[in-house]
């Protein structure tokens, strides 16, 4: 089982006696945890999952000594000693650090600043040209991380602890990768932007629908297409003339024959969709008494 060794610290005027409230702590270290075990999906989604244990602390204003693991059992390990594959998985584990600081080094100039151009470079690396001029050189993999969601918002959960009265700072340090320092005033670097909505085929069907309310005041007109309820703009403009113009009125049971446009979009949230009625067929009214059943 390949390990790794470093440890996250905190400092600030509220623990210099070494004490942190353990809510804190575990909500920031397991975020810590989902934030490696993300890199990894995205690097090597294969490989046998890393997991983040802790370890006895050393004194001091209050630091956390964490090993990164990567394997299950003994029997696993010397197979994989026996293999070559134990030093193969270290080597992973130490990129995975790195893919980590990589990424939290590009929030601050990121937050600023937008990227003007990207350039492939050898050996997994790129580099960027900001806006201001500033260029930057990182791996493609820290790049990914930066712009993977799970990522960044279990990234934001590891420095919520920052946001206390009191705690002005962390590091993750180790022996093998650069000091990782976020103070408080670096707060606004990790906040996650929304991405960008993905927009799908839109389609167009005849359909016919049932009026549940009229409402001209935001443009949407609410409907049932006899399984789910719905609002739905209208573009007709003939047809909302007619309305306005009282031409047209409305049973509480009118159905609407229609050329229906539905726009679906893949969101944070999951998909959505929205419901456009372009042109109105038929205005079919609702039953106003019974018929009468004749023998044909």
Known sequence: MATYDFSVRYYGASINDGRMPVRELASSLIALSDSFKEIQQIINPNEKKVSLDIKATEEGSFVVDLILANG???????????????????????????????????LKPLHKNKIKTKKECPEGYVKLTLTDGTIIETTANSLKAYQDVEFRNNLRNVVEPLEKEGIDGMEINSKKSNKIIVKKEDLDNFDVPNPDDKQLESTVSEDFLQIINVAFEHGKWKFSDGSSHFFANIEDEDFIKSVIENKTQFGSSDILKVQLRTNRKITSDGLKSEFIIEKVLEHIKGSQQIELDFEE
């Open 72 to 106: 299950v059992d003994v029997i696993s390990k010397t197979i994989d000693m026996l293999s070559g594959k134990e030093s193969t998985a270290f080597a992973n584990l130490v990129v995975y650090v790195e893919t980590f600081g990589g990424a939290v080094s590009l």
